[in-house]
């Protein structure tokens, strides 16, 4: 069974710009989660979305949003890019079941110039 | 006030060897999960153990072992037989909520460096 892709896996944009990731979950999954890492402020929760449906959402500014498809794909996306975006987005993904476990994607590496 | 402690920055463990991670939770809510996942350096989460808060029995997958203490709110991860590919950051998470509005949402702590030495 494949795993979680996202795609791009390396990104670098210029400040005040826009950008888009994309993450396919494991087949069957209908949760898909997404987190943004940092050295300094570590895993936090960007949003969660179930059955298209934003369903749970971390403490991010509007300028993040996402949405997930009929397919259970989602994607992320981040308008006017500050240099403090730079990060590790993570996308996982599970059943969407009380007890499922996530899985992790590989991670977009995100540079902002 | 944090909800997931990991207060080892990072630790060091000679091949072959056991080794234990600890973490520790602050919840009120009664039904939750914890997670153990490993990051190597390519950055990948890589999922390990994983214990729900109602779980009779400590949960084991292979080398890794979860030691869960739930009066103690800790849950700590135990590595046998250290192997040199173990080297990696690795984090303890937590999901609460038994109303299914928090499935997808974890709340890591800040990782343990582990390295293994030969």
């Known amino acids: 069974k494949a795993g979680v892709t996202q795609t791009p896996r390396y990104l670098i944009k210029t400040r005040g710009q826009q950008v888009t990731l994309s993450c396919s979950p494991i087949?069957?999954?209908?949760?898909v989660s997404w987190y943004q890492q940092t050295p300094g402020q570590g895993l936090q929760f960007l949003f969660e979305?179930?059955?298209?449906?934003?369903?749970n959402k971390g403490n991010f500014p509007g300028r993040f949003s996402g949405r997930q498809f009929s397919n259970s794909r989602s994607e992320m996306n981040v308008s006017t890019l500050e240099l403090g975006d730079s990060a590790l987005y993570l996308c996982?993904?599970?059943?969407?079941?009380?007890?499922?476990?996530?899985?992790f994607g590989p991670g977009t590496r995100l540079t902002v110039l | 006030a944090q909800k997931i402690t990991q207060t080892q920055p990072g630790m060091f463990v000679q091949e072959k060897e056991a080794v234990t991670l600890d973490c520790t939770y602050d919840?009120?809510?009664?039904?939750?999960?914890l997670f153990w996942y490993k990051q190597p350096s390519s950055g990948e989460m890589i999922f390990l153990i994983y214990?729900?808060?109602?779980?009779?029995q400590n949960a084991t997958e292979g080398r890794y072992s979860l030691n869960f203490q739930k009066a103690r709110k800790s849950a700590n991860l135990v590595i046998s037989a250290s192997q040199l590919g173990d080297s990696a950051m690795y984090f303890c998470?937590?999901?609460?909520?038994?109303?299914?509005?928090?499935?997808?949402?974890?709340?890591f702590g800040q990782g343990t460096i582990l390295t293994v030495h030969p």
């Open positions: 996982a993904s599970s059943l969407g079941l009380r007890s499922g476990e996530q899985f």
């Open positions: 087949s069957g999954h209908r949760s």
């Open positions: 998470a937590m999901r609460e909520g038994a109303g299914g509005t928090s499935y997808g949402k974890l709340t």
């Open positions: 214990q729900g808060s109602y779980d009779q």
């Open positions: 979305y179930f059955s298209e449906t934003q369903r």
């Open positions: 919840t009120s809510d009664p039904s939750y999960g």
